[in-house]
Nanobody, 125 residues
Framework: QVHLVESGGGLVQAGGSLRLSCIAS????????LGWFRQAPGKEREFVAA????????FYSDSVKGRFTISRDNGKNALYLDMNSLKPEDTAVYYC??????????????????WGQGTHVTVSS
């Protein structure tokens, strides 16, 4: 069983930056595909980014490509999301996710085995 805990959310002005972190405990973290999803009020859960178990491949939604960077540090059991040029439409609860299938890089949230509790990001205009 993997336990994921996110941190780093908060209130930021449009154009600003935030770094989200996710620390994992339990399981074999360094063999999992990891990712970030988000859910804005009244909206469906949305894929943001994913990273392969080696960290060598990354995937982004079109809405964040070029502004967000996903990275991982397997030695620290950590996942990060660096968010730059934030927009009000980035306001959401951001969730860290893990998929025990290291060869799958999915944009579908039901294919991830483990979820964190979420961290709130609010971008003011």
């Amino acid at each position: 069983q993997v336990h994921l805990v996110e941190s780093g959310g908060g209130l930021v002005q449009a154009g600003g930056s935030l770094r989200l972190s996710c620390i994992a405990s339990g399981g074999t973290f360094n063999t999992y595909t990891l990712g970030w999803f988000r859910q804005a009020p009244g909206k469906e859960r949305e894929f943001v980014a994913a990273i392969s178990w080696t960290g060598g491949s990354t995937f982004y939604s079109d809405s964040v490509k070029g502004r967000f960077t996903i990275s991982r540090d397997n030695g620290k059991n950590a996942l990060y999301l660096d968010m730059n040029s934030l927009k009000p439409e980035d306001t959401a609860v951001y969730y860290c996710v893990a998929d025990s299938d290291r060869y799958r890089w999915s944009r579908i949230y039901t294919e991830y085995d483990y979820w964190g509790q979420g961290t709130h990001v609010t971008v003011s205009s």
